[in-house]
């Protein structure tokens, strides 16, 4: 297995329902590491940026105002297939589809409200992370 890094961002629906603790300890139950993390409320730059590939989507500003509307954990997960772990772990978007014991279905209030952020690829994931940290604030144990 390829020990990868994906990002992975607790949202302010889930922050302010104080889950930070749950969903984390689903991460390292399931293997992967935090090796890297910060409570940060996102500026309208940074979340218009960071969002930037949904930009022509009719719930580009949605999902801007949703992730400015209070603080968020943002954190570096590494472990083996990361990526696809967290994905599975997340859940399906809509928390009404996602399966029974993922995040999603277990914290999530709606579609838009939907709890947590995963890097979906390899490239996504780099570009995800160097936008929030820098290499020296990563502080990997593999």
């Known amino acids: 297995m390829t020990t990868q890094r994906t990002l992975s961002i607790i949202k302010p629906d889930a922050v302010k329902n104080d889950k930070i603790g749950a969903i984390t300890m689903r991460f390292e139950a399931a293997g992967l590491r935090v090796i890297a993390a910060k409570m940060e ?3 309208l730059k940074q979340a218009q940026d960071f969002y930037a590939v949904h930009k022509d989507r009719p719930f580009f500003n949605d999902l801007v105002a ?4 209070g603080p968020v954990m943002i ?9 696809l772990l967290n994905r599975s772990l997340m859940g399906a978007t809509d928390p ?7 995040i999603r279905a277990d914290f999530a209030e709606s579609i838009d409200k939907n709890a947590v952020h995963g890097s979906d690829s390899i490239e ?4 995800e992370i160097a936008f929030f940290f820098t290499e020296a604030q990563c502080f990997s144990r593999a």
């Open 75 to 83: 954190q570096v997960l590494e472990g083996p297939n990361a990526i």
């Open 66 to 69: 949703f992730i400015c509307s």
């Open 41 to 43: 409320k996102l500026t």
């Open 124 to 127: 996504t994931a780099k570009q």
């Open 96 to 102: 009404k589809q996602a399966a029974a014991g993922t």
